[in-house]
């Protein structure tokens, strides 16, 4: 399972910044992928950005890309978001993710509101 914590408030102007972080309740070397997905009220979850446990280079979503960074800490079993630049239309609840390939599992952490005012 994953567990969302936030650095930092959960409202913040345009052009501010924000760090997430998601902390695993298990190994986060057991995960295959992980990272971020996003939701707004009526729409579907859309990728923000995706990391693999081989560190491979992260996949982000074309509307985050430049301004978005996925990483992880395998000490910590963490996985964090470093958001920049952020724009009104990112506000939406982000929501941390791991798959399991091994078991061919997804989890989900409980996700975090994050508001940009304009």
Request: hydrophobic content about 30%.
């Amino acid at each position: 399972e994953c567990s969302c914590r936030r650095l930092g408030g959960g409202v913040v102007q345009a052009g501010g910044s924000l760090r997430l972080s998601c902390t695993t309740s298990g190994s986060i070397s057991s995960l295959t992928n992980m990272g971020w997905y996003r939701q707004v009220p009526g729409s579907q979850r859309e990728l923000v950005g995706s990391i693999s446990s081989s560190a491979g280079v992260p996949v982000y979503g074309d509307s985050v890309k430049g301004r978005f960074a996925v990483s992880k800490d395998n000490a910590k079993d963490t996985i964090y978001l470093q958001m920049n630049s952020l724009k009104p239309e990112d506000t939406a609840v982000y929501y941390c993710w791991g798959y399991d390939h091994s078991i061919m599992t997804t989890y989900w952490g409980q996700g975090t509101q994050v508001t940009v005012s304009s």
